[in-house]
């Protein structure tokens, strides 16, 4: 009876367990996948801001005080940093002159703040302006005297990214000089982007020739002569390499007394995107939009 009994338990557990829902099976390794979302690399931006050099200058009251003004750009892109801080030492040597100013800047004492690099080596032009205030002043002049070099972002992405270094300075005598600079850069492969990297294969004389011809117009249209060819004599034409690209076009920027005498200030030659086409690259011309081509009315299907 207890064996009847053992095996009738033994049966009625075998029962219930094949009566239990059976677990869902683990999902196949094999079983498809959705394709990974692949996300788009943001456009670099240039971003920064402008920073005021560190130079001493002697303790001076009222209106003939020297004024020396630098700044440099602080931005998310370090190579463009170094490359205008050079650009600023450039231009200041050209303003300033200073026989040796890596000499100079050895023998410059740090101050509190511990100068270093571009602080430094821009002292040495300080000191050199500085000099020129007290000879004005010991010539009895009133005259004050001011220089100022300042960096600006003007086209920050795109295909180009743009910065400007203007640069003043009054140093005595009849009038001052400026200046405009522009420095150009593929932020994506970071790397400053020359006027030449901008043509299609065998398009220089082409890009001459058309810079030439806005400059004929400028000259009439500025009324400098009426004549281009007489204007030449005197000006002699040349395509600078200092450029920007416009809204409307390619701008060629032109420095004091390079195409004409110093009352027409800092020229420019603009010349127009619909002439450039076939001579810049397609990635450096605006876009056109073309209309949508029209499309028939789509057809009922038939009913069969």
């Known amino acids: 009876m207890k064996a009847f009994y053992k095996y009738s338990i033994l049966a009625g557990a075998i ?14 390794q094999d079983k498809p996948t959705d394709p990974p979302v692949v996300q788009q690399t943001a456009e670099p931006i240039l971003r920064g801001e402008t920073v005021k050099l560190q130079v001493n200058l002697p303790e001076c009251k009222g209106n003939t005080c020297p004024d020396f003004t630098v700044e440099r750009l602080q931005s998310n892109f370090p190579f463009i940093d170094q490359l205008l801080d050079q650009q600023i030492l450039n231009q200041l040597s050209k303003m300033l002159d200073v026989v040796d100013a890596d000499t100079a800047a050895a023998s410059v004492p740090k101050t509190a703040e511990q100068k270093t690099g571009l602080d430094i080596q821009a002292q040495t032009y300080a000191n050199a302006f500085v000099k020129i205030d007290e000879e004005l002043k010991a010539l009895s002049s009133s005259h004050q005297i001011s220089l100022m070099i300042k960096p600006k972002i003007l086209q920050p992405k795109g295909k180009l990214a743009t910065v400007v270094l203007n640069s003043s300075s009054y140093l005595g005598g009849a009038h001052g000089s400026t200046s ?52 030449e004599q005197a000006w002699p034409f040349q395509v600078t390499d200092n450029f920007l690209l416009g809204e409307q076009g390619l701008i060629l920027q032109y420095g004091e007394y390079e195409i004409g005498p110093y009352v027409v200030g800092l020229p420019r030659l603009v010349i127009p995107f619909s002439e450039l086409q076939g001579v810049l690259k397609p990635e450096y011309l605006p876009k056109i939009d073309t209309p949508a081509a029209s499309t028939p009315a789509a057809s009922t299907p038939s009913q069969s």
Do not use: G
Not at 15 to 28: F, I
Not at 193 to 214: F, R, S, Y
């Open 15 to 28: 029962l219930l367990a094949a009566c239990q829902p059976k677990s869902e099976p683990k999902e196949s």
């Open 180 to 231: 405009q600079r522009y420095y150009n850069f593929d932020l994506a492969n970071q790397k400053q982007i020359q006027l030449h990297d901008l043509l299609l294969p065998k398009q220089k004389a082409t890009l001459d020739k058309l810079a030439h011809e806005a400059f004929k117009v400028w000259i009439v249209d500025s009324k400098l002569a009426t004549d281009p060819k007489e204007y």
